[in-house]
């Protein structure tokens, strides 16, 4: 009776890892607050050592279900492009001088 939580142990642990990749940027904030309440929970069971298997996978299945519904939203959400600027950063500008110079007292 043992092997079932410790299927459901694995299968939880690596649900963890998945869900605790995402950062709250780009997350609203209520999924994130879930997610991390999600997270909190399944650690304590597994930190508990006598969780069931059917406990296990419930909150594997909740946090897979929350990182479904974040991943839909960031699909939905249009993401906007950072602004493009034509100018050269100074510092490269210098760089590339500095580049020029070396390269003509070399020849």
């Known amino acids: 009776m043992k092997a079932a939580p410790s299927v459901a142990a694995a299968n939880l642990r690596q649900q963890l890892k998945w869900s605790m990749a995402y950062s709250a940027d780009g997350i609203a ?34 946090l897979h279900a929350t990182g479904a519904q974040i991943k839909a939203a960031q699909a939905t959400t249009p993401m906007t492009p950072a602004p493009v600027s034509s100018a050269v950063p100074v510092s490269l500008t210098a760089a590339a001088s500095s580049a020029a110079a070396v390269l003509a007292t070399a020849k």
């Open 29 to 62: 904030a209520d999924q994130y607050a879930t997610l991390q309440t999600q997270i909190t929970t399944a650690n304590q069971l597994l930190a508990s050592g006598n969780a069931t298997a059917a406990q296990l996978t419930v909150i594997q299945t909740a």
